[in-house]
């Protein structure tokens, strides 16, 4: 890595971490910070559209991208494991809905509706790949503020399932009536 990148005032310099607990935070929120970032950028631009056919490329990205971590996060707090290395939205949708069903059986019809929203964005890029790279898309059009709208309550409806799992975790040695290594839920239900 070049010494230029290592270098450079305190308030210009970011922490890259290790694994730890809790690392898909990072990675989340400062994706969900550059979301707003740019359309706060496409709206002082005015609504230009040609602003909008530049900004939609890494905007799609990002919001994508979030929405895999998101459930990979998830997968992880629900499991106690790794997700499988895959960009599939749907695949990896439905093994944690699953669990989310087997756990809250009453969550039915926001599971459906968050699960339209997941297909909605798996279908504009079923690979992950297709705002990376271009000469991947139909001719069509996309709105940048409801894909930003459309990822930020994905990413919110999923981060509040992954709070109940790791909440639900947390109490099981206390319902079990001792304290014990860390654990998932699933091991002991």
């Given at each position: 890595?070049?010494?230029?990148?290592?270098?450079?005032?305190?308030?210009?310099?970011?922490?890259?971490?290790?694994?730890?607990?809790?690392?898909?935070?990072?990675?989340?929120?400062?994706?969900?910070?550059?979301?707003?970032?740019?359309?706060?950028?496409?709206?002082?631009?005015?609504?230009?559209?040609?602003?909008?056919?530049?900004?939609?490329?890494?905007?799609?990205?990002?919001?994508?991208?979030?929405?895999?971590?998101?459930?990979?996060?998830?997968?992880?707090?629900?499991?106690?494991?790794?997700?499988?290395?895959?960009?599939?939205?749907?695949?990896?949708?439905?093994?944690?809905?699953?669990?989310?069903?087997?756990?809250?059986?009453?969550?039915?019809?926001?599971?459906?509706?968050?699960?339209?929203?997941?297909?909605?964005?798996?279908?504009?890029?079923?690979?992950?790949q297709s705002f990376r790279y271009p000469g991947s898309f139909k001719d069509g059009a996309v709105s940048l503020d409801k894909l930003g709208e459309?990822?930020?309550?994905?990413?919110?409806?999923?981060?509040?399932?992954?709070?109940?799992?790791?909440?639900?975790?947390?109490?099981?040695?206390?319902?079990?009536?001792?304290?014990?290594?860390?654990?998932?839920?699933?091991?002991?239900?």
């Amino acid at each position: 890595m070049s010494d230029d990148l290592l270098t450079g005032p305190r308030w210009q310099m970011a922490y890259l971490a290790g694994p730890f607990r809790g690392e898909f935070y990072q990675y989340t929120t400062g994706i969900e910070r550059a979301i707003d970032l740019l359309l706060k950028d496409f709206a002082t631009a005015k609504r230009d559209s040609a602003v909008a056919d530049t900004l939609v490329y890494p905007l799609g990205l990002l919001c994508r991208h979030l929405i895999e971590l998101r459930i990979k996060e998830l997968h992880r707090e629900a499991f106690g494991e790794d997700a499988p290395r895959s960009h599939d939205l749907l695949a990896l949708w439905r093994d944690v809905r699953a669990e989310i069903e087997r756990i809250w059986p009453d969550e039915n019809e926001a599971l459906n509706y968050l699960g339209a929203l997941i297909k909605t964005l798996h279908d504009l890029d079923p690979s992950g790949q297709s705002f990376r790279y271009p000469g991947s898309f139909k001719d069509g059009a996309v709105s940048l503020d409801k894909l930003g709208e459309v990822a930020k309550e994905i990413s919110q409806s999923l981060d509040a399932y992954c709070t109940g799992f790791y909440e639900l975790s947390q109490a099981l040695p206390e319902i079990q009536g001792g304290e014990g290594e860390e654990m998932t839920y699933c091991e002991d239900l």
